[in-house]
């Protein structure tokens, strides 16, 4: 038969496996909450990094045209880049007609040998829209085919490729600045009325 003094020693056992394994549990459990408490700061460190990545992207899609007296709105330079399939582009301001005044000869020699060429016009009443030229533009009374060449209209969030057909997309001269038959620039537009012809007006996509 078990002595009493075996029966202490088989329940004092017991009584070590249990405390050990309840000490095992507490371990498990410290270490689930340590790590559960760790995937939150880091699900956390990863929404702030998301925001602040956000707001760095916002500052530098400003960025681009923070020399605009035209484009400030972010909706309007997204809308741009987009046209140009969201490619990285740098900007630097050319030609400021409040700066430079409204002489084409002006613009012609500070646009002169560079390209491309992003030219943004925005009327009196408001009205937003413009030219894209791949090509430097010059003022020697010539057209030049540009098949790269697009105009476009922010209000209308429209954009119109050039006509590879056509072997008239881009003319200057010292009484005008014309793309296609659709936009006319004159000289000393900002005195005078300037030609906006039916593709910035409405959709027509075959003029230019």
């Not at 790590?35 to 702030?48: A, F, I, M, V």
């Not at 916002?58 to 400030?72: A, G, L, Q, Y």
């Not at 697009?150 to 590879?164: G, R, V």
Request: with cysteine; hydrophobic share 30%.
């Amino acid at each position: 038969m078990t002595s009493i003094i075996e029966y202490i020693n088989l329940l004092n056992n017991k009584i070590d496996e249990l405390e050990k394994k309840v000490n095992d549990l507490c371990i498990f459990k410290e270490e689930y909450l340590k790590r559960k408490e760790e995937k939150q700061k880091l699900k956390s460190k990863d929404k702030k990094d998301k925001v602040n990545e956000k707001e760095k992207k916002k500052k530098e899609i400003i960025n681009i045209f923070k020399e605009s007296d035209i484009i400030k709105n972010e909706d309007e330079i997204n809308l741009i880049l987009n046209w140009f399939d969201n490619k990285e582009i740098k900007t630097n301001l050319l030609f400021n007609s409040k700066k430079d005044g409204d002489l084409l000869s002006t613009l012609y020699k500070k646009v002169k040998d560079k390209s491309p060429l992003l030219i943004i016009i925005k009327t009196s009443k408001g009205y937003k829209f413009g030219g894209y030229s791949s090509l430097p533009i010059v003022g020697d009374n010539k057209w030049y085919v540009d098949n790269n060449s697009f105009i476009f209209s922010l209000d209308m969030k429209q954009k119109y490729n050039a006509n590879n057909k056509s072997t008239n997309h881009i003319l200057g001269n010292g009484d005008l600045l014309q793309f296609g038959n659709d936009i006319r620039i004159y000289d000393k537009a900002t005195s005078q009325e300037s030609k906006i012809g039916r593709a910035v007006q409405q959709e027509c996509r075959d003029r230019y």
